[in-house]
């Protein structure tokens, strides 16, 4: 038995022992022990070192909101996880777990010379130093700042769990297995609603599992929790252990995460570690409790100082003293309780000290029947010890004066500042608090959402009240259901509720300004601090906030929230409701990124489109890249090919015989009924009515403000039928528009709009050798520019497959796009190069496509245009009517900007040493101006290789098309190139390659 | 996340099966081209930022497809009513009235 394990106490399991590690030193625990209560067991108090001065801290807690004693837990590889509160982390055998935040060990941290300097490091410590000079930015100030920064040390493998998600929908959910929590799921387990009761902790009971003393109704509170966890069991009520409720969302959604195998030795297989629930509940009961307020003193932060409600707690409910020679600090009767248990249980209770100059006789009878000694209206104003609390200095205090203070000894220093209702989750559905001042805390008041508060989170104390409070407000919550039932009436004996008062910080004979009395002890945020930042100017909560860091640890500022409100209300000399508290956000405690991934992850974390011809491309040694959605062969390497070599043959094998190129990418638009030729004509910038079945145009979609949004050919199959193409990344963004303006615009054109792009794979073949390859293959149009000019479509046969053939060119070669039914286009791409061999036939990627269009000057939208370019910038003057009523972005093109003088025009840019420009990279007018330069325009494309014989690129440049000639420079790190404005046709401008 | 009314459907569904689509009764005048440059401006650029009730468009874009207008509260996110595009612009007073 360790040494500080009490016999017959507890829920631990002696017969089931077990052996875990911290900082690799071996300790036994119980089957029912977390991490703080096993290492309390053998009087290890000392867990962990603070975040800013390194001071030694134990656990002050013994649930959730444990700021202190944060550890590393490890199972093997890839299973490591930081800021685990020792608190909640359950002991499994063969656990290993570290204390963080140290160097070289836990016991001796060089990092502690930050104490003794503390005050260097006062709120807005930051802010203050690292101001100048700006030099030391790189090298100086952001590695210091990194390496000072965050808790734990982030896990480097990939993680090996697996993490599940889950909808629920039910009736009733009740927040909180406490006695309000199942009273009011007692409640209702008789109406046939369906119920579910969820709790953080490994087992349900809440307070009940830290008062076995209490009856009710006659029965032991043990009892009663066994029976009543039975009776919901068997009526159908789900309850939920160890599942945490991390935010509430709106309409009575509720996230919760449920861990499943943290604290089980064997991991099952095939079994999740942790499943993300989002629970539709009709109706919910918020029964969160209230959590423990620390009293704000000098050196309350010492291991070994702790909560009195958590001393009680890792008694009745671990089996564990927390000390041999315990002493008390509190304003609240309730650790006047934990004082006895402990000194039931065989601890010498050394003092209770309480604030109050008068307290309950019945206290002060118990406390006297136990020779426990007793200070009435004292405080605290020291603790002594390096790594535990040893002593601590009292004063007595009367009239406001401080008297001269006593030093008393002791192993552990238990305190208790009151209580506060835990409104978290009430918080999240933009609920409504009040300030009640007898309670010194806010209290809910309203919410808009479905939702009763019930217990102690409501401010009630005492088991029967929670009792009684859970049965009533799940009444509510059932009536609202529909559901009548009568509202339980429990009697409890041994019901320990009290009273107290809050006291902001405790009185103190020494310089404020010397104390560190901490309020975040995450944080280590100090009401030294908290004043400090209200003298400096900080007026708004959330900006004393801020500034000192106080409550914006981990713990969200559980414990820290209302004693800094009450130290901030102070210093402002204002009341705390008119201060207001900062707000509540989710997760209510942290929670793993594993848990918020759930399935989408590697594979499964984006959808990837592949096309029909993806694998071919695959088998064939393509290089991909992601292309919205899609990836998309980049290009084709051969042998040891780099990528410019790569490209540079693709170009040259296009341009002098056949490439083959998968187009299937291309958005696609089917826009059929009697309208379709208005609705082209209203959407698109080019006339079509005039535009005959089986032609095709190009076409240019604008915003109504004038601005290119998409282009693409779009072809005329039918009089009432298009075939519209777009950008790879634009058919969504296109087709939303396209209905939006059908559906809200024009809803009594009758068009009918499908999007086709999956249904079709599409094969473009491009350069001079095209038609002796394909016409072979071709049934229903003869290949010569008699029948089948450039720009014509027509419904026809390629290789026996039903297709739509358009004649269009993207490269300036004579060039067919085939359209087939998608799941032929492998077939058709392996016919076709097949019977292509004999000619030459080369299959090319974006990376030519690119290249190729770029020497033609064929823009691409999103690279060439970047949403502030018009048609004319653009030089596409040419597409856009000059006679229609209207048509999208006509208004837009004659608005004063669009049509002032000096717009950035794209054009050709030819460097003068032949070098390659960088896209993106900015032109100048006057590279000898000084810095900063007048920014006249950007290049928008640029490549290396091709087959003009120089590098090439595409830029926007003011007034670029009343330019040509004339020199701009592109000022870049190490150099300025100057370039020549051209044409943005490098190859063929007179378009003689076309012709067949 | 919200679960919002399709008029169209007549079924109310998840958030995600939703997108957006800006302020509702913007009208497009027939022919834009008759329209003063401050006109355009307006329709083009210049909308509610209203801290309450707002009238705006939502799409059913991963369900029927349509597009709808809605009465949404900004602060609350509470959705007062949705109604079909084309149908008359609700009176707001009645509407929020009406909510408990």
């Known amino acids: 038995m360790s040494r500080f394990r009490v016999r017959g106490k507890g829920r631990v399991d002696a017969a089931k022992p077990m052996i875990f590690t911290f900082d690799g030193t071996p300790y036994t625990a119980l089957k029912g022990d977390t991490v703080a209560s096993a290492l309390l067991a053998h009087g290890v108090h000392l867990m962990g070192r603070s975040f800013k001065y390194h001071r030694p801290r134990g656990a002050i807690a013994a649930g959730s909101e444990e700021p202190n004693a944060l550890i590393g837990t490890r199972r093997g590889d890839g299973r490591f996880e930081p800021n685990t509160r020792a608190t909640v982390q359950e002991v499994w055998g063969g656990l290993q777990t570290t204390s963080q935040n140290k160097f070289p060990s836990l016991r001796f941290d060089v990092g502690a010379v930050n104490d003794a300097a503390y005050m260097l490091f006062s709120a807005g410590f930051y802010y203050k130093t690292f101001m100048w000079p700006k030099s030391f930015w790189d090298r100086v100030y952001e590695p210091f700042i990194r390496a000072a920064a965050g808790l734990g040390v982030a896990p480097t493998e990939e993680d090996p769990d697996s993490y599940a998600s889950r909808y629920l929908h039910c009736d009733l959910l009740i927040v909180g297995a406490g006695p309000a929590g199942i009273a009011a799921a007692l ?48 009526a159908g009520v789900k309850i939920m252990p160890r599942t945490t409720a991390i935010g509430y969302y709106h309409q009575n959604m509720i996230g919760m995460v449920q861990k499943l195998t943290d604290h089980l030795t064997e991991l099952p ?62 304003s609240h009767d309730s650790a006047w309780f934990a004082a006895f248990d402990l000194a039931d249980a065989g601890a010498r209770v050394q003092v209770i000290i309480d604030t109050r100059a008068q307290v309950r006789a019945d206290l002060q009878e118990a406390a006297r029947a136990r020779s426990i000694p007793v200070r009435l209206g004292h405080t605290v104003t020291a603790t002594a010890g390096r ?8 004063n007595a205090v009367s009239g406001g004066h401080v008297g001269a203070g006593t030093w008393i000894n002791c192993d552990a220093l238990l305190m208790s500042g009151g209580w506060t209702p835990s409104l978290h989750l009430f918080s999240h559905t933009k609920g409504r608090l009040a300030w009640d001042d007898a309670l010194t805390t806010f209290l ?14 409501r401010g009630l104390w005492g088991v029967q009240a929670a009792l009684n409070d859970g049965a009533a407000r799940a009444r509510e919550a059932l009536d609202a259901l529909g559901a009548t039932v009568q509202a339980a009436v429990y009697a409890v004996a041994k019901d320990r509720t009290g009273t107290g008062v809050s006291l902001h910080e405790l009185p103190t004979d020494r310089s404020a300004s010397k104390a560190k009395a901490f309020v975040d002890f995450q944080n280590d945020v100090t009401a030294k601090d908290l004043r400090l930042a209200v003298r400096e100017g900080m007026r708004s909560i959330e900006h004393v906030k801020r500034y000192t860091t106080n409550g914006m640890a981990t713990d969200q500022g559980k414990m820290s929230n209302i004693n800094g409100l009450n130290i901030a209300a102070d210093a402002l000399g204002k009341p705390q409701p008119q201060v207001g508290l900062t707000t509540f956000r989710p997760p209510y405690t942290p929670t793993s990124f594993g848990a918020f991934c759930g399935y989408h992850r590697g594979d499964h974390f984006e959808v990837l489109r592949r096309t029909q011809i993806d694998p071919w491309a695959e088998e064939n040694g393509a290089v991909f890249e992601p292309v919205g959605q899609w990836r998309r062969a980049r290009y084709f390497p051969q042998g040891n090919e780099d990528m410019d070599a790569a490209v540079r043959r693709e170009c040259a094998a296009t341009r002098a015989g056949i490439g083959m190129f998968d187009a299937s990418t291309l958005g696609k638009i089917e826009v059929v009924g009697p309208d379709a030729v208005e609705f082209m004509n209203r959407m698109y910038t080019n006339p079509w009515t005039k535009l005959a079945p089986g032609r095709c145009r190009y076409g240019l979609l604008l915003g109504d403000d004038g601005f290119i949004r998409d282009d693409g050919v779009i072809g005329r199959l039918d009089a009432d039928r298009f075939h519209v193409t777009t950008t790879t990344g634009g058919a969504a963004r296109v087709m939303n528009m396209m209905e939006d303006y059908l559906q809200t615009e024009w809803p009594d054109l009758e068009v009918w709009l499908t999007s086709t792009t999956e249904q079709w794979s599409t094969i473009a073949l491009n350069g001079p050798n095209v038609v002796k390859l394909l016409a072979p293959l071709v049934e229903g149009v003869a290949l010569n520019e008699a029948d089948f000019p450039h720009m014509s479509c027509v419904e026809c046969t390629v290789a026996g497959m039903p297709a739509r053939l358009f004649r269009v060119s993207f490269t300036g070669e004579v060039g067919f796009e085939i359209n087939v039914a998608a799941p032929l286009g492998r077939q058709l791409w392996e016919t076709l190069w097949a019977a292509g061999q004999p000619h030459g036939i080369t299959a090319y990627g974006t990376e030519t496509m690119h290249v190729l269009r770029a020497e033609k000057g064929y823009i691409i939208v999103g690279q060439d245009t970047d949403g502030t370019v018009t048609p004319y910038d653009a030089g596409m003057g040419w597409a856009v009517a000059k006679s229609k009523p209207d048509f999208v972005g006509m208004r837009g093109l004659a608005r004063p900007d669009l049509k002032a003088a000096n717009r950035r025009h794209l054009v050709g840019l030819l460097t003068e040493d032949h070098s390659l420009l960088e896209e993106g990279a900015q032109i100048v007018f006057d590279p000898d101006q000084p810095i900063p330069m007048t920014m006249r325009g950007h290049v928008t494309s640029a490549y290396a290789t091709g087959t003009t014989g120089r590098p090439i690129a595409l830029g926007l440049v003011e007034g670029g098309h009343e330019k040509l000639g004339e020199t701009v420079y592109i000022p870049m790190p190490d150099r300025t190139i100057a370039a020549k404005i051209t044409s943005s046709v490098f190859f063929d401008p007179d378009n003689t390659r076309l012709k067949i | 996340m919200l679960l919002i009314h399709c008029p169209y459907c007549d079924d109310t569904l998840p958030e995600l099966e939703f997108a957006y689509a800006g302020q509702a009764h913007v009208v497009r005048a027939p022919l834009p081209a ?8 307006e329709f083009l650029f210049i909308r509610d930022n209203a801290r309450g009730p707002h009238f705006e468009r939502w799409r059913h874009i991963h369900g029927c497809g349509r597009f709808f207008n809605a009465v949404r509260d900004t602060v609350s996110d509470r959705f007062y009513t949705t109604y079909k595009a084309g149908a008359p612009r609700p009176d707001l007073a009645s509407l929020i009235g009406e909510a408990p």
């Open chain 1, 269 to 330: 297989a095939d079994t999740p570690r942790e499943r993300l629930w989002r629970v539709r509940a009709k109706q919910v009961v918020l029964a969160q409790g209230a959590l423990e307020k620390p009293l704000v003193f000098h050196g309350n932060d010492r291991p070994g100082v702790m909560l009195a409600g958590a001393a009680q707690t890792y008694l009745n409910r671990y089996g564990v003293k927390v000390g041999d020679s315990p002493a008390v600090v509190t």
């Open chain 1, 187 to 234: 409640a209702a387990s008789a109406t046939g609603r369906s119920v579910v009761l969820v709790d953080e902790n490994a087992e349900i009971g809440g307070t009940l599992l830290s008062e076995p003393d209490a009856q009710i109704d006659g029965t032991p509170a043990w009892d009663w929790l066994a029976q009543s966890r039975a009776d919901l069991l068997a």
């Open chain 1, 444 to 457: 809910p008041e309203h919410t808009p959402e479905a939702c009763v508060i019930a217990g102690a989170a």
């Open chain 1, 387 to 394: 790594l535990r609390v040893k002593n601590l200095r009292v």
């Open chain 2, 34 to 41: 008759t329209q003063s440059d401050a006109e355009w401006e």
